[in-house]
């Protein structure tokens, strides 16, 4: 089924670990974005991408790193994880903005990430 | 700074009510304001969207109503039904810088039967 698959869909990570959230859309969408999302606080966006090789911060960067070397994937790299990093992460594509009728974008079923 | 300001934070109705929902926004550039409908374990799911040359726009139950001089819009959700039971988020947009996302709190809305 066509849409945006984040994984693993659960993880545990210990202080100062890094590891990689991965996603992948096969919807040929140009923008990508990552958010996270945390009680009474909506979703905040972490970090962007406009088009492959092309990214940028959003309103929470600091403790997160991206890159994007195709359409399809848009890693999301924790470099040392933080209890403050305990959160659902939610990746996320669309089309570009006038290049269909309604382009919103498609979320992911997230990654839920916990930091002891 | 939160330039998306979402209230109520949980709303209770009666199956066949109505449920609002509102959401004020700071920045005068956005222009592209949609709404979110999420289920326990799942993400966002797109609902309905608005940009500002227009004040209402209806699909189904579900109607946007859009002040841009107030800097307000607000959810309708005419004949609530129990499956209408979700958290609701507004969000707003400025398509021409990068269509990044600025979210509301949400709103956990409860449908009783």
């Known amino acids: 089924n066509a849409g945006v698959t984040q994984t693993p869909k659960f993880q545990v990570l210990k202080t100062g670990q890094s590891m990689t959230l991965q996603c992948a859309q096969d919807?040929?969408?140009?923008?990508m974005s990552w958010y996270r999302q945390d009680p009474g606080m909506g979703l905040r966006l972490i970090h962007y991408?406009?088009?492959?090789?092309?990214?940028d911060q959003g309103e929470v960067p600091n403790g997160y790193n991206v890159s994007r070397s195709t359409t399809e994937d848009f890693p999301l790299r924790l470099l040392s994880a933080a209890p403050s990093q305990t959160s659902v992460y939610f990746c996320?594509?669309?089309?570009?903005?006038?290049?269909?009728?309604?382009?919103?974008?498609?979320f992911g079923s997230g990654t839920r990430l916990t930091v002891v | 700074q939160q330039q998306v300001k979402q209230s109520p934070q949980s709303l209770i109705v009666q199956k066949g009510g109505i449920s609002i929902i509102n959401c004020a926004y700071e920045?005068?550039?956005?222009?592209?304001f949609p709404w979110y409908q999420q289920f326990p374990g799942k993400g966002p799911a797109l609902l309905i969207a608005?940009?500002?040359?227009?004040s209402e726009k209806k699909e189904g139950r579900f109607t946007i109503s859009f002040n841009k001089s107030a800097k307000q819009f607000s959810l309708h959700i005419m004949d609530s039904q129990p499956g209408d039971s979700a958290t609701y988020f507004c969000?707003?947009?400025?398509?021409?810088?990068?269509?990044?996302?600025?979210f509301g709190g949400g709103t956990r809305v409860l449908v009783k039967p």
């Open positions: 919807m040929n969408h140009e923008y």
């Open positions: 969000a707003a947009s400025f398509e021409a810088a990068g269509n990044k996302l600025t």
């Open positions: 920045n005068t550039a956005f222009d592209y």
């Open positions: 996320a594509s669309s089309y570009r903005p006038g290049t269909v009728p309604n382009y919103g974008y498609t």
């Open positions: 991408s406009v088009g492959a090789g092309i990214t």
């Open positions: 608005i940009r500002p040359d227009v």
